[in-house]
Nanobody
């Protein structure tokens, strides 16, 4: 599976962005697909993840109600709609996928085999 992330940019606080992650290669209909982010000097952190087989989506607490994960199966693309952005959302955002994770492993970046290249999101105050 190859992942291509796009859609980052610079916005003011309160603004919105939509990130895309297009998959190619092996179908990932039963994979776990997630977004992570990494701010300068910080560890990569989990943002949201979806078990494609069940459709269950799990959000990190700080983005609940502001970010929305969605899937376009026909385009093999997942999206992250980010609203009410805050300066602390500034980071490089990565999409990731794996075919063998369980719920307890969802938030740990180490378990993911496939990664997109990252897209920068900058939110100014």
């Amino acid at each position: 599976v190859q992942l291509q992330a796009s859609g980052g940019g610079s916005v003011q606080a309160g603004g919105s962005l939509r990130l895309s992650c297009a998959a190619s290669g092996r179908t990932f209909n039963r994979y776990v697909v997630s977004w992570f982010r990494q701010a300068p000097g910080k560890e990569r952190e989990f943002v949201v993840g979806m078990f494609r087989s069940s459709g269950n989506i799990y959000y990190e607490d700080s983005v609940k109600g502001r970010f929305t994960f969605s899937v376009d199966n026909a385009k093999k693309t997942v999206y992250l709609q980010m609203n009410s952005l805050k300066p602390e959302d500034t980071a490089v955002y990565y999409c990731a996928a794996d075919g063998h994770l369980i719920l307890s492993e969802l938030r740990n970046s180490i378990g993911y085999d496939y990664w997109g290249q990252g897209t920068q999101v900058t939110v100014s105050s």
